[in-house]
Structures are given as C-alpha cells and as structure tokens.
C-alpha cells in the first residue's frame, strides 16, 4: 500500500485542522492506521491509531481531547481532525499503516506517508 497525506498548512493558534491521508494499492481495509508527529530535533511522536474496522481509535494521554481519528475504508481514507491548535503543535504529521505489531510505536508500522507539514502561529 502507498500512503499519500494532505491538509497541512500554517494556521493560528486555537484553529482547527484535518489532515488526510490517501491509501493506494491496497484497500486501506487491511490495515489499522496511525498518525504521528516528528517536530525539528525531537523523535516522532505518536498521536493515535485507528483499527482497520475503524471501531476503536487510542490515543495517548497526552493527545486526547483534541484530536481525531476516523477512517472511510470505502474511500481509502483516513482523517486527523486537531482542534484548539497550538504553537506546539507545529511538526510534520505522518499517516502510516499497520498490519500488526505495536500500534504506539513507529516501529510498528509497514508502510508511511510522505508527511505533511503542519505549522501553528501564536
């Protein structure tokens, strides 16, 4: 599967953003899906994960409240809504696929997206 994601941009802080990401080669229905983020100088960080039925979504404490995974296998798509931004929250978000393995860390992903860029003013 090839993983395309989109909906990055500079927005003000307290506003509200959907990424997407774009499945190709494979029904996105194989896969449980996760969204992470890779600030400058800090490792990727794990934002949350969604099952390939798309009935159960987890989230780190830390992420809970204001972000938002769904998925619709019937368009090969999964989404990340953030709201009330912050500047903190500027990094690039990565969707990536899993077919098994450890849904938090990245190393439990088969395939990523390119990223996209996601930058918060203040």
């Known amino acids: 599967v090839q993983l395309q994601a989109s909906g990055g941009g500079l927005v003000q802080a307290g506003g509200s953003l959907r990424l997407s990401c774009a499945a190709s080669?494979?029904?996105?229905?194989?896969?449980?899906m996760g969204w992470f983020r890779q600030a400058p100088g800090k490792e990727r960080e794990f934002v949350g994960s969604?099952?390939?039925?798309?009935?159960?979504?987890y989230y780190p404490d830390s992420m809970k409240g204001r972000f938002t995974i769904s998925r619709n296998n019937a368009r090969n798509t999964a989404h990340l809504q953030i709201s009330s931004l912050k500047p903190e929250d500027t990094a690039v978000y990565y969707c990536?696929?899993?077919?098994?393995?450890?849904?938090?860390?990245?190393?439990?992903?088969?395939?990523w997206g390119q990223g996209t860029q996601v930058t918060v003013s203040s």
């Open positions: 990536a696929a899993r077919y098994a393995g450890n849904y938090e860390s990245p190393a439990g992903y088969d395939t």
């Open positions: 080669g494979r029904p996105m229905s194989d896969y449980a």
């Open positions: 969604i099952t390939w039925r798309g009935d159960r979504t």
